[in-house]
């Protein structure tokens, strides 16, 4: 039983990953003129910061999100082993404890908010809108650059 619960909690845990993107070198295909060089380094160093700043706060939202969703696993499998146990004796805590680990990575899951700028852009998504903000023709799709 506890290989079952080892299993799920690492099922839970990973698909809260997110993957790792070097935004330090990202620069999206867009249309500089000679003689804006200067200026569009600037701001492409500018926004490349603004990415990796609301990389850095979005690993920081994401972790306090994973240990919320780890704490509902662990009270939601102590919950549903005591209720198994108090209804049908000891196979019922242990298939108590997994339903209950489950009803509480789900009610974690639930909280996260996919709405937020960063979920829907990634950070060289951002560099892109805040490039075209600048006034930048930005030519390749969000987020994929190439330039």
């Keep these: 039983m506890k290989k079952i619960i080892s299993l799920f909690t690492a099922i839970s845990l990973t698909s809260c990953a997110t993957a790792s993107f070097d935004i330090s070198s990202y620069s999206p295909v ?9 200026v569009h380094s600037r701001d492409l160093k500018e ?8 990389r850095d706060q979005y690993k920081k939202q994401r972790e306090k999100e994973k240990n919320k969703a780890l704490g509902n696993a662990v009270v939601g499998a102590l919950l549903g082993a005591t209720l198994g146990a108090v209804i049908d004796g000891g196979d019922g805590a242990a298939d108590g404890a997994v339903i209950g680990g489950a009803i509480g990575v789900a009610s974690g899951a639930e909280q996260v908010d996919f ?9 060289a998504g951002i560099v892109d809108e805040c490039m075209s903000e600048r006034g930048w023709s930005v030519l390749s799709s969000k987020g994929m650059g190439g330039g």
Excluded: N, S
């Excluded at 249309?31 to 200067?38: K, W």
């Design 30 to 38: 867009m249309d500089v003129r000679e003689g804006e060089y200067e």
């Design 47 to 54: 926004c490349r910061y603004l990415g990796m700043k609301a």
């Design 115 to 123: 709405t937020r700028r960063f979920v829907k852009l990634g950070p």
